[in-house]
């Protein structure tokens, strides 16, 4: 038996989400699908985090525990072969037995993407915001995702009905990143609840457009009707995995 770390890419349009569901296509059910064909005996795959619907990743990380004699150059060019077009292997490298792309994981970082202009084309992939954002706007996102970085209770910012031990989250790295015609959230914590990055987008995105939302005072709150909506899926990306 060896272990593999696989660092993923994928258009999540297609997918309802990573993890494996009967009936369902999930990025994680291809593949079980791809390696079963190289593996001699059962595989094991654990994804770093279990991205939703419709969901993309530019770095998803999994370890992949299975029987082979490939080499990691030859498992990936074979990967790439039997995977389907919206999901790309970047890289394979092997790693101990030990390694667990989910337990190991130091910080992940995710991306919420809007693009500041009515858009045919991108709809699917940033959140289109017609009225685009000012440079006052833009000022008021950053003084409101201040209040994100630390360690806080984020339960505000969950999807209702979570079911996690705890609610405890520490974001080390929030900034807006501007490439006009391109805006973007970017937020870095050793873990992420339910939704809570869509919530997040949807309150500081308030904040740019209504600048009628305290981040801090939705954090004091414990309230999760005081924050802000939770935005689509599509502009969302899991960026990287450190370890």
């Known amino acids: 038996m060896r272990n593999f770390k696989l660092t993923i890419e994928y258009d999540g349009s297609g997918f309802s989400g990573w993890q494996v569901q009967p009936g369902q296509r999930t990025v994680q059910g291809k593949l079980y699908d ?7 005996g059962d595989v094991r795959i654990i994804g770093s ?18 029987e082979t ?20 292997v970047r890289s394979v490298e092997e790693v101990p037995l030990s390694f667990n792309a989910r337990y190991d994981a130091r910080s992940r ?25 000012s440079p006052e706007g833009i000022e008021a996102m950053n003084a409101q995702i201040a209040s994100i970085r630390g360690e806080h209770d984020f339960a505000p910012f969950a999807a209702s009905g979570s079911n996690v031990k705890t609610t405890i989250c520490n974001i080390s790295r929030a900034e807006i990143i501007e490439n ?12 992420f609840l339910y939704n809570m990055m ?6 500081v995105l308030r904040a740019g457009t209504l600048g009628d939302v305290s981040i801090a005072g939705i954090l ?23 370890y």
């Open 69 to 88: 004699g490939m080499t990691t150059g030859i498992m990936m060019k074979a990967l790439r072969g039997k995977l389907p077009r919206d999901i790309f």
């Open 34 to 40: 791809a390696l079963g064909e190289i593996a001699t």
């Open 109 to 133: 970082t995710y991306h919420y993407i809007f693009i500041d202009r009515p858009t045919a084309l991108w709809r699917n992939y940033y959140h289109e915001v017609p009225q685009g954002l």
């Open 180 to 191: 006009r015609p391109l805006v973007t959230l970017a937020v870095t914590a050793d873990r």
């Open 198 to 203: 869509r919530s997040l987008a949807g309150s």
């Open 220 to 242: 004091a709150s414990g309230d999760r009707c005081a924050a802000g909506p939770t935005l689509p899926p599509g502009a969302l990306y899991l960026m990287e995995v450190k």
């Open 49 to 66: 985090g279990r991205t939703d619907t419709g969901v993309h990743a530019v770095g998803q990380v999994a370890n992949a525990e299975l």
